[in-house]
């Protein structure tokens, strides 16, 4: 081993008098002077403060995102316009403020800080409102969680607590808490944790009011402690903390009756005889965009502080017949493009009557449940012949006939062998 009086810095080459501290490495051949030691950690710490430096978003044009949205979904044009603005804007702002945040590190300026606006979806079952968030997500290739308010509730009392919302955006981030923290959170079926009346109960409302007032926080923005595991918290487990400042909520349910309480204040706004009081059918057109208020949604049971946690308020149309036509063949997984490809697998080219799927969305409108109903008609009529039909022995063409979807009759087969005769 050398003698350290005769050595110098390996990285400087400043000689050991002239350095305060020269430490070796362990097998004596290099050394290091404090002053390098001192500008490597300053180096190390530069490093660390780059990594958490959010990288700016790349974000489609509104437009853009509309585009997709309609390769997916079929009509709710206005909602469409206004989850493809909100989401904009919401990632837009994110961006500023992350520009804002380094900017105040190199100059001390009191910029503008811009908040976020959560979105509330108002329609009917089978309308297409977690279709459009899940499609949203994709798009925009974010974390995303739906999650089920019916199942969440007060903490402290059996059910799920409203954090365990958060750790599945977590988990779908792959524990990437940074990432997590710009997700999009989906709460369907919000109309259930209503109020059960507008006068406050004796009793404790643990899965309506209470979890609304738990909701308060992690909706607006909070750091919020989410036990890794799910569950009940309790006092000697690690935590995972995320701030909730960049999470958008989009907030989704079918608030039966609120079309009443629309309808009630606009009618008895009308006084006098010449006053225009709509008719039951202007009142099955509620336009929720621009006739809620949020005296309805209170009216309705959400309490006032949740309300105005829901900056942006839409809402989603009954499908008719030709939305519903549409929605089974024109999306880009439509229910009759999974049926081919099924069939295509055994050998079978299926091919659907142009009445045989206008029945189907006429009797889909009886259901009352939407999309949903076009699904619920499809699989109970191709149950039987999925079953009988897989044969090694018979290839071709099925033509799938009204007198199929409504009777049950025998679907038209023409065989692989049938086609080629008549191509003769």
């Given at each position: 081993?050398?003698?350290i009086d005769m050595?110098a ?8 008098k002239?350095?305060k501290?020269l ?7 290099a050394f ?7 500008i490597c ?14 990288k700016d978003?790349?974000i489609?044009s ?7 949205l ?7 044009e ?5 989850l ?13 403020n992350?520009?804002?945040?380094r ?5 001390d300026?009191?910029?503008l800080?811009l ?5 509330l979806m108002?329609g ?10 899940k ?14 308010a019916?199942?969440?509730t007060?903490a402290?009392y059996?059910g799920?607590?409203?954090?365990n919302?958060?750790?599945k955006?977590i ?5 990437d ?5 710009r ?5 369907d079926?919000?109309d ?30 909070t ?14 487990q ?11 909520f989009?907030?989704?349910?079918a608030?039966?009756?609120?079309d ?11 006084i ?16 929720y965009?621009?006739d809620?208020q949020?005296?309805d ?10 309300v105005g946690?829901l900056?942006v308020i839409?809402g ?7 939305a519903?036509k ?6 880009r997984?439509?229910?009759v ?5 099924l069939?295509?697998?055994d050998g079978?080219?299926?091919?659907f009557?142009d009445?045989?799927?206008?029945y ?11 999309a949903?109903?076009?699904?619920t ?7 039987e012949?999925?079953f009988?039909l ?20 025998e679907?038209?087969?023409v ?5 080629g005769?008549?191509a003769?």
């Amino acid at each position: 081993m050398k003698d350290i009086d005769m050595c110098a810095c390996t990285f400087c080459g400043k000689p050991q008098k002239a350095a305060k501290k020269l430490i070796a490495s362990p097998k004596g051949d290099a050394f290091i002077c404090d002053d390098c030691v001192r500008i490597c950690a300053d180096i190390i710490k530069e490093e660390a403060a780059k990594v958490k430096v959010f990288k700016d978003l790349v974000i489609p044009s509104p437009k853009e995102i509309k585009k997709s949205l309609d390769a997916f979904v079929i009509g709710q044009e206005q909602a469409k316009k206004v989850l493809s603005v909100a989401v904009f804007n919401h990632y837009k702002r994110i961006n500023y403020n992350e520009h804002n945040k380094r900017n105040k590190q190199k100059k001390d300026d009191k910029a503008l800080e811009l908040e976020k606006s959560n979105v509330l979806m108002i329609g009917p079952t089978g309308s297409g409102k977690t279709l459009l968030v899940k499609t949203l997500a994709k798009i925009l290739d974010v974390p995303f969680a739906c999650a089920d308010a019916t199942t969440l509730t007060e903490a402290g009392y059996v059910g799920e607590d409203v954090e365990n919302v958060l750790l599945k955006l977590i988990q779908n981030a792959d524990y990437d808490i940074e990432r997590a923290e710009r997700g999009i959170i989906y709460i369907d079926e919000i109309d259930k944790i209503s109020r059960k009346s507008e006068n406050r109960s004796l009793t404790r409302d643990v899965g309506g009011e209470g979890v609304q007032q738990a909701l308060l926080k992690i909706i607006e923005s909070t750091v919020a402690s989410v036990p890794p595991q799910g569950g009940r918290k309790h006092p000697h487990q690690e935590m995972l903390q995320i701030d909730t400042t960049n999470i958008l909520f989009i907030c989704g349910g079918a608030f039966v009756g609120l079309d009443d309480i629309i309808y009630k204040r606009l009618s008895t706004s009308a006084i006098g005889f010449n006053a225009n009081v709509k008719n039951s059918e202007e009142k099955a057109k509620v336009d929720y965009s621009k006739d809620v208020q949020p005296d309805d949604l209170i009216k309705f049971g959400l309490i006032p502080e949740f309300v105005g946690r829901l900056q942006v308020i839409t809402g989603l149309d009954n499908l008719d017949e030709k939305a519903l036509k549409r929605i089974l063949v024109e999306p880009r997984n439509s229910i009759v493009k999974q049926y081919k490809q099924l069939f295509k697998i055994d050998g079978f080219d299926l091919e659907f009557e142009d009445e045989a799927l206008e029945y189907i969305a006429q009797r889909a409108i009886k259901l009352k449940t939407g999309a949903r109903g076009v699904r619920t008609i499809m699989e109970s009529r191709m149950l039987e012949l999925m079953f009988d039909l897989p044969d090694p022995n018979v290839y071709g063409k099925l033509i799938i006939t009204k007198g199929f979807i409504e009777n049950g009759e025998e679907p038209i087969l023409v065989k692989k062998e049938e086609e080629g005769a008549k191509a003769v």
